[in-house]
């Protein structure tokens, strides 16, 4: 997949989740906002309840969604078969997509009423969600090579080479500049910060950044003869050898958190699953059958 394709691809889920959000916001607001002692005398009760003919089938399609989330990238990721499948990346972002909508059409089939034991799924399946967030965070700070495998730490090593090389031959001859790559890429802090420094450095580190990148872009304005595609790769490169240089400062947090948070993301996961089929078991059990 090439940038443009990708970014079509990141984009299309943007859209899909978005305007389901609002059509399935604007479509129900008159009737989600009612007391549910009035919801039953409402003309969409037939339809919006959670065993109506929308309200059921959010619920169905919601599940499905995640189900299908899950699967697909524990597959990708464990299945040796499927190794040379795509990019594990572009798999994540499917699995977020459809694991973020997913919840969404869930919510939306509940009809915003938690009752029953079905309740400890929903809760589970928000703390998933929210936890998936902050696992997100986490996972980007580990140094990835382009199709989102962790590097080793050779292979870090030479990345920074290479990109070390690729900025050197483009600014060979610019003192200014090398003096404010040497305050990018120096190391500020020698040791390893603890852990809620270590989730806060990459704030503090994308602000320090954004400031050294925009002085450094009016320092290129006055360097002659640089082509501006060239000047597009130099910024780049030496985003990724920022990055790479304060990412490998915190690296040892960073594995050890992104492990304890798999501990955390996968029990509530199963929870919010064993007990949807308990629900749906019920459910089938009472006779909802949907459109079956
Ligand atoms: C994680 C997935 C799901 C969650 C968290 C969930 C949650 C809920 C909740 C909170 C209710 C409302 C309970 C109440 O009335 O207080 C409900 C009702 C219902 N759900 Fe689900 N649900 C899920 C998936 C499904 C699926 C896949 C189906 C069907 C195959 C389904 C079928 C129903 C039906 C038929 C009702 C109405 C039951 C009744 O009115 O007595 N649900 N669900
Ligand atoms: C109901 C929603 C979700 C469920 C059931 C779910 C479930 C899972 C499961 C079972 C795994 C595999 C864990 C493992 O390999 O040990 C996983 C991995 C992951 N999920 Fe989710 N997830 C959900 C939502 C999300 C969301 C919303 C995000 C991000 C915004 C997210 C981000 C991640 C990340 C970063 C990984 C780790 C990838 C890796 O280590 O390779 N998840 N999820």
């Not at 859209?15 to 399935?24: F, H, K, M, Q, T």
């Not at 899950?70 to 040796?80: A, C, E, F, G, L």
């Not at 390893?192 to 990459?202: H, Y």
């Not at 958190?257 to 955390?264: Q, S």
């Amino acid at each position: 997949m090439n940038k443009t394709l990708h970014k079509v691809y990141v984009a299309s889920f943007f859209i899909a989740g978005i305007a389901s959000l609002i059509l399935l916001s604007w479509y129900g607001y008159d009737y989600y906002r009612l007391p549910l002692t009035e919801r039953p005398f409402s003309s969409d009760h037939a339809s919006l309840k959670p065993s109506g003919m929308i309200g059921h089938g959010l619920g169905i399609i919601g599940t499905l969604m995640m189900a299908v989330g899950v699967s697909t990238y524990m597959i990708r990721k464990r299945v040796r078969m499927f190794y040379s499948w795509g990019y594990l990346k572009h798999w994540l972002e499917f699995h977020i997509f459809l694991c973020t909508l997913g919840p969404v059409f869930v919510l939306f089939h509940t009809a915003f009423k938690f009752g029953g034991i079905v309740a400890v799924s929903f809760w589970s399946m928000t703390a998933v969600v929210l936890s998936g967030f902050a696992g997100r965070y986490i996972y980007v700070q580990i140094p990835r090579s382009i199709k989102g495998n962790e590097l080793s730490l050779n292979e870090i090593e030479d990345y920074r080479r290479s990109l070390d090389s690729e900025i050197k031959n483009t600014i060979s001859k610019s003192s200014k500049l090398a003096v404010r790559l040497k305050l990018l890429f120096d190391n500020r802090d020698e040791q390893t910060p603890g852990v809620w420094a270590s989730l806060l450095q990459p704030v503090r580190d994308y602000f320090f950044m954004k400031r050294q990148i925009h002085l450094l872009k009016s320092e290129l304005d006055t360097e002659k003869g640089m082509a501006p595609g060239a000047r597009k790769e130099l910024i780049h490169a030496i985003k990724q050898r920022f990055q790479l240089e304060r990412r490998n400062v915190i690296l040892r947090q960073m594995q050890r958190l992104f492990r304890y948070w798999h501990i955390f993301h996968l029990p509530f996961a199963i929870t919010m699953f064993v007990i949807m089929i308990i629900h749906v078991a019920v459910t089938l059990a009472f006779g909802y059958k949907w459109i079956f």
